[in-house]
Nanobody, 115 residues
Framework: QVQLMESGGGFVQPGGSLRLSCAAS????????VSWYRQAPGKQRDWVAE???????NYADSVKGRFTLSRDNFKGTVYLQMNNLKAEDTAVYFC?????????WGQGTQVTVSS
């Protein structure tokens, strides 16, 4: 069964950067779109960004211009580069894909932005 695994979270000061990775146990990202979501404590899980199977990207207004998605098909990994981080970006970040009708979620990675 294919699994998704996020990594790269951590603690950073406002204005700092982090790069999150989402790897799949099977190399599926060359033909599957991938989305990132985030969930802050006590809040619903919100969509952040997506990269389609064709490589197009879309971003939530709150992160547009600061976050960038990329994909390495050879490594089977999707990256979320996060720059100019703000306190309100603090959340657990999840990657997600739909594979043959099945919703796949990673376990999440914590991002904390604080001075």
């Amino acid at each position: 069964q294919v699994q998704l695994m996020e990594s790269g979270g951590g603690f950073v000061q406002p204005g700092g950067s982090l790069r999150l990775s989402c790897a799949a146990s099977g190399n599926i990202f060359s033909f599957n779109g991938v989305s990132w979501y985030r969930q802050a404590p006590g809040k619903q899980r919100d969509w952040v960004a997506e990269i389609t199977s064709g490589g197009s990207t879309n971003y939530a207004d709150s992160v547009k211009g600061r976050f960038t998605l990329s994909r390495d098909n050879f490594k089977g990994t999707v990256y979320l580069q996060m720059n100019n981080l703000k306190a309100e970006d603090t959340a657990v970040y999840f990657c997600y894909t739909l594979l043959r009708g099945n919703q796949l979620w990673g376990q999440g990675t914590q991002v904390t932005v604080s001075s």
